[in-house]
């Protein structure tokens, strides 16, 4: 049989509820997780892509997503305890996250009387809708998830 004789048993026990504590509260770690993965997000727009996203047909040597910094700026991380995550409120993020087709619709316009393409005006257009490209930007690359 074997007996253990513990000398300072309430500085033992101490540090045991501290370690348990530390367990328990994960505020601190998902926090820096979340950090880290918005890190990664940010170097993903830096980067055009990682991997490079495919360009922009209309505007030849144009950045995609990044023309007025809304879907950037709009990427915010969020934690508690028990979860860490990284995302963003716009409607339009998910259609240029994952790709799809746009629904046919009218254009009007907001702040003129007509609209003017190549001479021509009208008051509304109707337009086709639009195949948009997947330009997964809410991605973590292996080092990303080595670094988390």
């Known amino acids: 049989m074997i007996e253990i004789k513990i000398n300072n048993e309430k500085e033992v026990l101490e540090l045991l509820e501290r370690v348990a504590e530390g367990i328990r509260y994960n505020v601190p770690l ?32 144009g950045s995609p997503l990044i023309d007025s910094g809304a879907l950037r700026n709009s990427i915010h991380a969020s934690w508690d305890n028990d979860e860490a995550q990284v995302g963003t409120n716009l409607v339009y993020a998910a259609i240029h996250h994952f790709g799809g087709k746009t629904k046919p619709h009218k254009i009007k316009p907001v702040t003129k009387k007509a609209l003017a393409f190549g001479g021509i005006v009208r008051k509304s257009v109707n337009h086709p809708g639009s195949q948009i490209q997947a330009r997964p930007f809410l991605v973590l690359t292996p080092q990303d998830e080595e670094d988390i």
């Open 30 to 61: 998902m926090r820096t997780i979340a950090g880290t993965m918005q890190s990664a997000v940010d170097q993903n727009f830096e980067a055009g892509g990682r991997p490079k996203w495919l360009g922009v047909k209309s505007r030849p040597g």
